[in-house]
């Protein structure tokens, strides 16, 4: 099994940045892909940037150019760092690992744009 553990979500104002992590415990050396997705108020949880098995990384368009998606695996750590924040970003924030077949998710952390 895997534990997510996030981190660094806050308060923002337009334009400023904030940088995520997920720490990963457990049987992480059997971890193939992993991510963060968000759910804003009233909307569906979406992908906003992922590692799939290949390493490849994968961007939301609303994101792409602005938030980018890194991980230090002697660390267990996945980080997100988010230039130029948007209201329209606010948001909870999940860390996601798949593991086996399995998805395991995080507790999400609070991401909130001010205008």
């Known amino acids: 099994q895997v534990q997510l553990v996030e981190s660094g979500g806050g308060l923002v104002q337009a334009g400023g940045s904030l940088r995520l992590s997920c720490a990963a415990s457990?049987?992480?050396?059997?971890?193939?892909?992993m991510g963060w997705y968000r759910r804003a108020p009233g909307k569906q949880r979406e992908l906003v940037a992922a590692f799939d098995r290949a390493g490849t990384t994968n961007y939301a368009d609303s994101v792409t150019g602005r938030f980018t998606i890194s991980r230090d695996n002697a660390k267990n750590t996945l980080y997100l760092q988010m230039n130029s924040l948007k209201p329209e970003d606010t948001a909870v924030y999940y860390c996601m690992a798949k593991w086996y077949s399995l998805e395991y998710w995080g507790q999400g952390t609070q991401v909130t744009v001010s205008s």
């Open positions: 457990g049987s992480t050396s059997s971890i193939h892909a």
